[in-house]
C-alpha cells in the first residue's frame, strides 16, 4: 500500500514519541522493517526506558546537561541504549554510583544493565560499608571514586541528614515554611527542583528533608523537566483577592 513519505516525520513531530504498533499504524503496513527503513532515512532513537518500546526522530530531543531527556516520563538518552547510558554515568561519577542511586537519576530499573556491564568488564564494583558500588573500570579513576565517596560518607556522618550538612537553621525554616504553603502540585515540583540541585540521590535527600515519599519528588521532577506541568489551573468560583470595600468617611 503505498504511502507518503513524511506520513512519520509529521506524527513524530506532533506527537514527540511513538510505539512501534503507532508507527505502523500510520503508514498502514504490518511490517516493522518497512518502519525501521523510513526511520533509518531520518535518524531516529529509540528510549532507554520502557524496555525501548518508544521512538522519536532523532532532532526531537532536548537533551539536558547530563545528556537525557524526559516526555511523558519516557527517557531518552544521547547515548542510546541504556547499557551505553548506564555505562557513561558510571565512568564519568565523582563517587560512582549504587543501583539505587543511578536507578533514582535515570527513573529506570538500572540493576541487571550494571550487572551486565560489570560481568563484561566494562565497568568496576567494590562492596562498600556493605553496598555494591559501581566504578569505573580504570583504576586510577576506580580509586579516585572511592576515596571521594568515603569523604562524602564522612561528612554525612557528621552531619544530622545528608542535606542539612550545608543548610542554615535559617535557611532550612524557611523552605520548610515555603513548601507549607504550596498546593499539591506545587509542592511536588518544588520538591523536584530541589532534587535535581543536588544531582544524584537528590530525590532522597529532599524527600528526607521536607518528610514525604521519594516517588512524589522523582514524578516532580520527571514533570518539571519533561514540560508535562499543568500551566493553566482553574480559579474556583470566588477565588482571588476580595476587593477593598470604600469607608464612607473618605469621600
Do not use: C
Request: hydrophobic share 40%; charged share 30%; net charge positive.
Amino acid at each position: 500500500m503505498p504511502f507518503e513519505p513524511n506520513v512519520l516525520r509529521s506524527l513524530l513531530q506532533r506527537q514527540k514519541i511513538a510505539t512501534l504498533a503507532e508507527l505502523k499504524e500510520a503508514i498502514g503496513t504490518s511490517a516493522a522493517m518497512t518502519v525501521f527503513r523510513k526511520l533509518r532515512a531520518f535518524g531516529y532513537q529509540t528510549s532507554y526506558s520502557h524496555r525501548g518500546k518508544y521512538y522519536t526522530l532523532a532532532d526531537i530531543p532536548d537533551f539536558d546537561d547530563r545528556g537525557l531527556w524526559f516526555y511523558r516520563a519516557v527517557g531518552f538518552s544521547r547515548d542510546g541504549t541504556l547499557l551505553a547510558t548506564a555505562q557513561r554515568f558510571v565512568e564519568e561519577a565523582r563517587v560512582g554510583f549504587t543501583a539505587g542511586e543511578l536507578r533514582d537519576l535515570l527513573q529506570v530499573e538500572v540493576k541487571q544493565a550494571l550487572l551486565h556491564l560489570y560481568r563484561r568488564k566494562r565497568i568496576g564494583r567494590e562492596q562498600i560499608v556493605g553496598r555494591y558500588v559501581y566504578l569505573s573500570r580504570d583504576s586510577g579513576m576506580q580509586l579516585n571514586q572511592k576515596l571521594a565517596r568515603e569523604e562524602r560518607r564522612a561528612v554525612w556522618e557528621l552531619s544530622e541528614s545528608p542535606l542539612e550538612a550545608g543548610v542554615l537553621p535559617e535557611l532550612k525554616a524557611a523552605m520548610i515554611l515555603f513548601f507549607s504553603l504550596l498546593d499539591e502540585q506545587q509542592r511536588r515540583l518544588y520538591a523536584g527542583l530541589e532534587a535535581q540541585k543536588l544531582g544524584y540521590g537528590g530525590d532522597r535527600k529532599i524527600a528526607e528533608f521536607l518528610g514525604i515519599d521519594v516517588h512524589t519528588v522523582a514524578r516532580g521532577r520527571r514533570e518539571l523537566f519533561g514540560e508535562q506541568v499543568q500551566r493553566e489551573r482553574a480559579r474556583q468560583k470566588g477565588g482571588g483577592r476580595k476587593p477593598a470595600e470604600k469607608n464612607p468617611a473618605s469621600n
